[in-house]
Nanobody
Framework: QVQLVESGGGLVQPGGSLRLSCAASGSIFVIDAMGWYRQVPGKPRELVATITSGGSTNYADSVKGRFTISRDNAKNTVYLQMNSLKPEDTAVYYC??????????????WGQGTQVTVSS
């Protein structure tokens, strides 16, 4: 079993910043790509940013220049620094990880989600 535990969500004013963290634990052999997705009610989950084990990153156009994804491979943790937040960034943010388990199974895991609300 592998668990992804997110933290760092909350309420922030427009123009403010938040930093999300997601720590993976359990029967992990190695983690490939990690990423952040977000979802608002009535809409499909959308990609925010991803990062490979080698550090290559990919961002949604809507967050480029404002959000930065990073990871600490030693801690199996991925971060999302969110600056210049806008009301349209309000969503539940989900962490994702592609894990090769100790049993040598490739499994895609999701965190439980953390709410980010941008409002004055």
């Amino acid at each position: 079993q592998v668990q992804l535990v997110e933290s760092g969500g909350g309420l922030v004013q427009p123009g403010g910043s938040l930093r999300l963290s997601c720590a993976a634990s359990g029967s992990i052999f190695v983690i490939d790509a990690m990423g952040w997705y977000r979802q608002v009610p009535g809409k499909p989950r959308e990609l925010v940013a991803t990062i490979t084990s080698g550090g290559s990153t990919n961002y949604a156009d809507s967050v480029k220049g404002r959000f930065t994804i990073s990871r600490d491979n030693a801690k199996n943790t991925v971060y999302l620094q969110m600056n210049s937040l806008k009301p349209e960034d309000t969503a539940v943010y989900y962490c994702n990880a592609g894990v090769l388990t100790i049993a040598h199974r490739n499994i895609n895991y999701w965190g439980q989600g953390t709410q980010v609300t941008v409002s004055s």
